[in-house]
Nanobody, 122 residues
Framework: VQLQASGGGLVQAGGSLRLSCVAS???????????IGWYRQAPGKEREFVAG???????REAVSVKDRFTISADNRKNNVRLQMNNLKPEDTAVYYC??????????????WGQGTLVTVSS
């Protein structure tokens, strides 16, 4: 399973960015995404939850980004997006897409994408 994240970049404070994450399996075999979301890690800090969508549940955002960030996905959660508005310098971090994915050969496993850097200048 691959989680390909994109959309990071440099933006001024108050600006917007949209991150995308696309899930795929190289072999083309069947897979089911149980939950998917975004974490971020700022320099010198622990990785923290940003937003996620759980199977059978609605979207959830961390308190620190609520009302500024919105997570959305297609019905199968293969393509998840994070719309980030009113960005602040403290949002600067590497953003990682992560998901719990079921495949017939591996069962349910947590996967992480490669990360995309978001830099917010003041």
């Amino acid at each position: 399973v691959q989680l390909q994240a994109s959309g990071g970049g440099l933006v001024q404070a108050g600006g917007s960015l949209r991150l995308s994450c696309v899930a795929s399996v190289a072999s083309g075999s069947r897979f089911v995404i149980n939950n998917i979301g975004w974490y971020r890690q700022a320099p010198g800090k622990e990785r923290e939850f940003v937003a996620g969508i759980v199977s059978g549940g609605g979207p959830r955002e961390a308190v620190s980004v609520k009302d500024r960030f919105t997570i959305s996905a297609d019905n199968r959660k293969n393509n998840v997006r994070l719309q980030m508005n009113n960005l602040k310098p403290e949002d600067t971090a590497v953003y990682y897409c992560t998901g719990n994915v079921w495949t017939p050969t591996e069962g349910s496993i947590d996967y992480w994408g490669q990360g995309t850097l978001v830099t917010v200048s003041s």
